[in-house]
T-cell receptor, first 114, second 114 residues
Framework: DGGITQSPKYLFRKEGQNVTLSCEQN?????MYWYRQDPGQGLRLIYY???????QKGDIAEGYSVSREKKESFPLTVTSAQKNPTAFYLC?????????????FGSGTRLTVV | SQQGEEDPQALSIQEGENATMNCSYK?????LQWYRQNSGRGLVHLIL?????REKHSGRLRVTLDTSKKSSSLLITASRAADTASYFC??????????????FGSGTQLTVLP
């Protein structure tokens, strides 16, 4: 079955550490996205990528980094520069340039700073 | 930036009743989408309505769009306990070209009591 896989489901980070969240899709979608969700809030866009080897900052990119070396993969690194990283992180993908399709989401990674 | 804002923030109804959620947005759009999120999970795409459409149906879901008022509503008929979830509207802004990205509202938490 096609879909998006995020791992791990839960992640704990110590102060000052970088951590990487994995996102893999087998839907052959060109576009991939990372969103952050805080309790009781909507989604805020961190980074997005329309094609391999290209990505753009979203609304809250500071303290995060991404790479897009393969079409299937769009990992997100939460760096030590992100002062309040505890949140629920969601990865999504879509057909590029086709605005009349919805996004497919992964099941999320819950990151907690300890 | 969050363009869509849902109303109400929380809604509690009895099983069998209808649930109506509203979404307002600020800029011109290509389309508006509704998503559902069960607690601690990813979002699931429910329905998409294009800017030149006024009403759309999918099973027990009915979506309306009024571009003159920049608003949309989602009606869930004959609600079930399994409909308990958060519901988000998302807008695909006009003029974003190939760099399309959705902007999500803060969501309506729907509770359906058995």
């Amino acid at each position: 079955d096609g879909g998006i896989t995020q791992s791990p489901k839960y992640l704990f980070r110590k102060e000052g550490q970088n951590v990487t969240l994995s996102c893999e899709q087998n839907l052959n979608h060109d576009a991939m996205y990372w969103y952050r969700q805080d309790p009781g809030q909507g989604l805020r866009l961190i980074y997005y990528s329309q094609i391999v080897n290209d990505f753009q900052k979203g609304d809250i990119a500071e303290g995060y980094s991404v790479s897009r070396e393969k079409k299937e993969s769009f990992p997100l690194t939460v760096t030590s520069a992100q002062k309040n990283p505890t949140a629920f992180y969601l990865c999504a993908s879509s057909i590029r340039g086709q605005g009349n399709y919805g996004y497919t989401f992964g099941s999320g990674t819950r990151l907690t700073v300890v | 930036s969050q363009q869509g804002e849902e109303d109400p923030q929380a809604l509690s109804i009895q099983e069998g009743e209808n649930a109506t959620m509203n979404c307002s947005y600020k800029t011109s759009i290509n389309n508006l989408q509704w998503y559902r999120q069960n607690s601690g999970r990813g979002l699931v795409h429910l329905i998409l309505i294009r800017s030149n459409e006024r009403e759309k149906h999918s099973g027990r879901l009915r979506v309306t769009l009024d571009t003159s008022k920049k608003s949309s509503s989602l009606l869930i008929t004959a609600s079930r306990a399994a409909d308990t979830a958060s519901y988000f509207c998302a807008t695909d802004a006009l003029g974003s070209g190939s760099a399309r990205q959705l902007t999500f509202g803060s969501g309506t938490q729907l509770t359906v009591l058995p």
